[in-house]
């Protein structure tokens, strides 16, 4: 049986970036070394939420603010078909902002992207047609709760080796501010331990579907120092 730490390390490689920074930020202990993807460290504001934050830059149409009102997106997804709404999400390749105008669905129809495979594909769509969306849904859903219960963490730093790997047209790499963040000198300050910060050249959000033996390098070269 692998060590409990081994079980936590090869964990922290399929949650999402946030969760990830998150247990790293809550149980150093417990984080031998983090390789996260696509979503970087962002320290807790005190004065605005995260999904007022949003709405801020990108007002109502956002994604993410188009996602907090439960069942109405929902509704929207199963009006154009679950094999539609995931071939859209992952062949989105912008790093423009991400709008659901409301009852407008996607504005465009997409092609599954060369990287995913139809069997893939046909598995995702299984599933979430098992399951529905809300599951995920709901994780943007909690971000303004997750960012009141996260005040006794606010300036508070990420204290484990890490690296952060995002790809070149990831969209939340464009977010105002995010590069000047991560590249001048405040990633490292909220992340002491940061040893590299990797671009992906013509890669977007889903990094690890899209170059698989490219970040598995990565992790493999990261990891293998401890």
């Not at 991400?98 to 599933?127: Q, R």
């Not at 990831?170 to 909220?190: C, N």
């Amino acid at each position: 049986m692998p060590s409990r730490l081994m079980q936590i390390r090869f964990l922290l490689l399929g949650m999402t970036g946030v969760m990830a920074w998150h247990l790293c930020l809550y149980r150093p202990d417990k984080v031998k070394a983090l390789v996260n993807l696509s979503v970087a460290f962002i320290p807790r504001s005190p004065e605005m939420s995260t999904v007022d934050n949003f709405r801020s830059l990108y007002g109502d149409d956002h994604y993410i603010c188009r996602f907090q009102e439960p069942g109405e997106i929902e509704a929207e997804f199963a009006q154009i078909g679950t094999k539609q709404v995931l071939k859209n999400f992952l062949a989105f390749r912008s790093p423009k902002p991400f709008y659901f105008p409301k009852g407008k669905g996607f504005g465009y129809s997409a092609d599954k992207p060369s990287w995913l495979s139809e069997d893939d594909l046909d598995y995702y769509t299984k599933k979430f047609e098992q399951t529905g969306f809300s599951g995920g849904v709901n994780y943007y859903r909690a971000l303004d709760r997750s960012w009141e219960l996260n005040a006794p963490w606010t300036s508070a730093q990420v204290k484990a080796p890490a690296k952060f790997i995002v790809g070149e047209l990831d969209l939340t790499y464009h977010v105002p501010g995010t590069k000047e963040f991560i590249h001048k000198g405040g990633f490292q300050k909220y992340v002491p331990l940061l040893k590299e910060v990797v671009v992906i050249e013509g890669a977007a959000h889903f990094i690890n579907q899209e170059r698989p033996d490219e970040i598995s390098q990565h992790i493999y070269d990261f990891l293998k120092q401890f």
